[in-house]
């Protein structure tokens, strides 16, 4: 993979991860983009090559690989694998989401662990880092069927964590439903009702604005660099990817705010409609009916509805929202982007953007915010959700959306400022790495060799 070391320490650390991790190019993407950026960090502190930061921040505290059994409703006994890495307790308990999604392996699990760590930091709050779900696929499946895999998942998962240990919540594929199966089992096995798992309902210790935090967060994120620069929202045209939850309350927001969002998509095909779409229509698709985002025609049968996920990024747009999965955005897309006169591109989704697309988009003046900057309101919210849970209080959506809204402007001013003091104002990706790097790293130092 193309990264330039010019530090022999971070070289070395990043080949012998290379030679650990042979078979997991997603996880190899992410260390080697954040060591790459943190070469001026280790030639500025001896310290952090003698007390083996870097070594130990790459390999995860702990990595669980479990069995699930579970009968469907036909009777047929089913197995999938589970998984929870949990990365980095060095600032607090592990924290980061469950992914079910039948593409979900060691490599995916492990990236977004890593990236949670750094991303957690930036957040301000005490969470460390970590990651897991299962190769499951909820589509197609019952509502029965999705809470037997739940409780099995859970019977197994339960040893692992707890409120003060590491605190899952949703990503791909775990929403509401499966987070209130999920809980439900947990508190059966361990009789204890308690902040174990963030997004859960309402009703059972959930946290108003938590389902509308990442898309959110996303917007007040780009919001801030956009009044940073003199500009605005305002009349400009948005492209969204996915149209899970992140994507829908990134919509919501980005109209709110005086954009339009002309399209958006799953994972068959994608719509445009120049007259923007409604939030609600596709929250109602894909969160009442689970149906496939063709049938927004039914609904406005003025929009147009194309097959196939990536021509989305040939629909030119002032800002690009990618929100569905990783390495979704490739070099001709990006060539696109720049093409139809894009400025900025913020990841709602963890690491959408390749490699090579990220540094093209960078090199032709689109402003980049990689995700574990500009998602990172989802998981910040967790954080509200647990304080909440530990002092057994719930705020009101108003108190919740404001400290949310606090958060991404801090961390867009944090990402501006530590790029800037290494020289390389502009540069969000090195901006976003060393920040979230320095307060684990300090804590790490700190605690000795552990
Ligand atoms: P959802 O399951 O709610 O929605 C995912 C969306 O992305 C769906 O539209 C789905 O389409 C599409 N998608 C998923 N996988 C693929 C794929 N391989 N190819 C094409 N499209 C795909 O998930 P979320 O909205 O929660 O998550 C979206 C992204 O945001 C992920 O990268 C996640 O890690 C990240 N994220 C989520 C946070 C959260 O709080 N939920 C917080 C921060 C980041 P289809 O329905 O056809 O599969
Ligand atoms: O990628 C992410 O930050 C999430 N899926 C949310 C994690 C969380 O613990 O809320």
Same mark, same amino acid.
């Not at 492990?110 to 709050?125: A, C, H, I, R």
């Not at 959930?206 to 919001?223: I, K, N, P, Q």
């Not at 030119?316 to 490739?330: D, F, K, R, S």
């Given at each position: 993979?193309?990264?330039? &070391?010019?530090?022999?320490?971070?070289?070395?650390?990043?080949?012998? $991860?290379?030679?650990?991790?042979?078979?997991?190019?997603?996880?190899? *993407?992410? %260390?080697?983009? $954040?060591?790459?950026?943190? *070469?001026? +960090? +280790?030639?500025? #502190?001896?310290?952090?090559?003698?007390?083996?930061?870097?070594?130990?921040? $790459?390999?995860?505290?702990?990595?669980?690989?479990?069995? =699930?059994?579970?009968?469907?409703?036909?009777?047929?006994?089913?197995? #999938?694998?589970?998984?929870?890495?949990?990365?980095?307790?060095?600032?607090? /308990?592990?924290?980061?989401?469950?992914?079910?999604?039948?593409? +979900?392996?060691?490599?995916?699990?492990?990236?977004?662990?890593?990236?949670? $760590?750094?991303? #957690?930091?930036?957040?301000?709050?005490?969470?460390?880092?970590?990651?897991?779900?299962?190769?499951?696929?909820?589509?197609?499946?019952?509502?029965?069927? %999705?809470?037997?895999?739940?409780?099995?998942?859970?019977?197994?998962?339960?040893?692992?964590?707890? /409120?003060? !240990?590491?605190?899952?919540?949703?990503?791909?594929?775990?929403?509401?439903?499966?987070?209130?199966?999920? &809980?439900?089992?947990?508190?059966?096995?361990?009789?204890?009702?308690?902040?174990? @798992?963030?997004?859960?309902?309402?009703?059972?210790?959930?946290?108003?604005?938590?389902?509308?935090? !990442?898309?959110?967060?996303?917007?007040?994120?780009?919001?801030?660099?956009?009044?940073?620069?003199?500009?605005?929202?305002?009349?400009?045209?948005?492209?969204i990817s996915g149209s899970g939850n992140v994507?829908?309350?990134?919509? *919501?927001?980005?109209?709110?705010?005086?954009?339009?969002?002309?399209?958006?998509?799953?994972?068959?095909?994608? =719509?445009?409609?120049?007259?923007?779409?409604?939030?609600? %229509? =596709?929250?109602? =698709?894909?969160?009442?009916?689970?149906?496939?985002?063709?049938?927004?025609?039914?609904?406005?049968?003025?929009?147009?509805?194309?097959?196939?996920?990536?021509?989305?990024?040939?629909?030119?747009?002032?800002?690009?929202?990618?929100?569905?999965?990783?390495?979704?955005?490739?070099?001709?897309?990006?060539?696109?982007?720049?093409?139809?006169?894009?400025?900025? @591109?913020?990841?709602?989704?963890?690491?959408?953007?390749?490699?090579?697309?990220?540094?093209?988009?960078?090199?032709?003046?689109?402003?980049? &915010?990689?995700?574990?900057?500009? #998602?990172?309101?989802?998981?910040?919210?967790?954080? @509200?959700?647990?304080?909440?849970?530990?002092?057994?209080?719930?705020?009101? &959506?108003?108190?919740?959306?404001?400290?949310?809204?606090g958060i991404m402007v801090s961390i867009f001013?944090?990402?501006?400022?530590a790029a800037k003091r290494y020289g390389h104002?502009?540069?969000?990706?090195?901006?976003?790495?060393?920040?979230?790097?320095?307060?684990?790293?300090?804590?790490?130092?700190?605690?000795?060799?552990?």
């Amino acid at each position: 993979m193309a990264f330039t &070391f010019t530090n022999s320490y971070l070289q070395g650390v990043y080949e012998d $991860v290379c030679k650990k991790n042979a078979h997991e190019p997603e996880f190899l *993407q992410a %260390v080697g983009e $954040v060591l790459e950026s943190l *070469q001026p +960090v +280790v030639e500025q #502190n001896q310290r952090l090559a003698k007390s083996g930061v870097i070594d130990r921040i $790459v390999e995860p505290e702990r990595s669980l690989l479990f069995r =699930i059994s579970w009968v469907d409703d036909h009777g047929r006994v089913q197995v #999938n694998r589970g998984y929870r890495v949990q990365f980095s307790t060095a600032i607090g /308990p592990s924290k980061g989401g469950l992914r079910f999604h039948p593409s +979900v392996n060691l490599s995916i699990i492990k990236f977004l662990g890593f990236e949670q $760590v750094f991303k #957690n930091s930036l957040t301000g709050l005490p969470m460390g880092g970590g990651k897991g779900g299962a190769d499951f696929d909820p589509k197609g499946k019952s509502d029965n069927e %999705v809470m037997r895999f739940c409780q099995s998942f859970m019977t197994e998962l339960q040893r692992h964590i707890g /409120p003060d !240990t590491d605190v899952p919540a949703g990503d791909i594929g775990v929403g509401a439903r499966e987070i209130g199966y999920l &809980f439900g089992q947990y508190k059966r096995i361990r009789n204890e009702f308690n902040g174990v @798992l963030t997004g859960k309902g309402l009703s059972y210790g959930g946290s108003l604005a938590r389902t509308e935090a !990442t898309g959110y967060g996303l917007c007040y994120f780009a919001d801030e660099m956009l009044k940073a620069a003199g500009k605005s929202f305002q009349g400009q045209s948005v492209v969204i990817s996915g149209s899970g939850n992140v994507a829908i309350y990134a919509n *919501q927001k980005a109209t709110e705010l005086g954009g339009k969002v002309i399209a958006m998509s799953d994972s068959n095909g994608y =719509i445009v409609d120049e007259n923007g779409i409604d939030y609600k %229509v =596709i929250q109602e =698709i894909k969160e009442v009916k689970r149906a496939r985002i063709k049938t927004y025609l039914d609904y406005v049968p003025t929009a147009k509805y194309f097959e196939g996920c990536q021509g989305i990024w040939t629909v030119p747009c002032g800002i690009a929202l990618p929100c569905a999965t990783q390495n979704e955005v490739h070099m001709e897309d990006v060539e696109n982007l720049v093409k139809n006169g894009c400025k900025i @591109l913020a990841e709602g989704a963890n690491m959408p953007t390749t490699l090579e697309a990220t540094e093209y988009v960078q090199e032709h003046g689109i402003v980049f &915010f990689p995700g574990k900057a500009a #998602n990172a309101g989802g998981v910040a919210t967790s954080g @509200l959700e647990m304080s909440q849970n530990s002092e057994r209080l719930s705020w009101t &959506f108003e108190e919740v959306d404001a400290k949310l809204k606090g958060i991404m402007v801090s961390i867009f001013h944090a990402i501006d400022d530590a790029a800037k003091r290494y020289g390389h104002e502009g540069n969000y990706v090195m901006g976003a790495n060393i920040a979230g790097f320095e307060k684990v790293a300090n804590a790490m130092m700190a605690q000795g060799i552990v």
